[in-house]
């Protein structure tokens, strides 16, 4: 009994809750939670090459964040290495190779989630480039940039693991699977849809 009060207590610690069955338990983070989430992934390769620009290209630095309804703004640092311009003349493919760039610049993101998929799609769209360090006076930087607005990059959301707890002889397990995410001004909100078992 100690255990399930002790649950019930550290469900009522963390999550938000309505009183009607069926209703989503609601999580909610902090700006500044999400910040030092963000923080710990760093450094990120990112998968943006295209037809014309290939290489590797890495997120150094996330800073600067802001949450409000449904959007995510920052700074971005990132790092292209190995980067080629790729074009065809009749019929060849030629291949340029022009180095490493270093770009800084502002976005502001739109956030959607797909249950289905369990996934989270960030659209960044390019607001003001700050800095480049670009051997090729700005062509690189601005081929870079141009892969990343406006286009969509998934997030897999992992599975959250259960809540476990003791009763007796039998034993609690609370599941849970996200039914949405959602951007709010100065905190990010989970939808979690639960499932209790016991055996």
Do not use: W
Not at 16 to 31: H, K, R, V
Not at 42 to 66: M, N, W
């Amino acid at each position: 009994m100690k255990r399930l009060l002790f649950l019930l207590l550290t469900l009522g610690t963390f999550f938000t809750t309505n009183l009607q069955a069926g209703d989503p338990i609601t999580m909610s983070l902090p700006q500044s939670v999400i910040s030092e989430a963000i923080a710990a992934t760093l450094p990120l390769k990112v998968d943006a090459t295209s037809k014309t620009l290939q290489g590797s290209i890495t997120i150094l630095d996330i800073s600067e964040i802001k949450l409000t309804d449904d959007h995510l703004a920052c700074r971005l640092h990132l790092a292209g290495n190995q980067l080629q311009f790729l074009t065809e003349v009749a019929g060849h493919e030629i291949r340029l190779k022009v180095g490493s760039v270093e770009i800084d610049f502002k976005a502001n993101s739109e956030m959607r989630f797909d249950p289905k998929q369990q996934t989270l799609f960030i659209k960044p769209v390019i607001e003001e480039v700050k800095s480049s360090k670009d051997v090729s006076g700005g062509d690189i930087g601005h081929a870079l940039v141009s892969l990343l607005n406006a286009k969509e990059f998934p997030v897999n959301m992992q599975d959250i693991d259960p809540i476990i707890a003791r009763t007796g002889a039998k034993t609690l397990t609370i599941s849970t699977k996200i039914v949405d995410i959602r951007a709010k001004k100065g905190r990010l909100k989970l939808y979690l849809e639960p499932k209790i078992t016991t055996d």
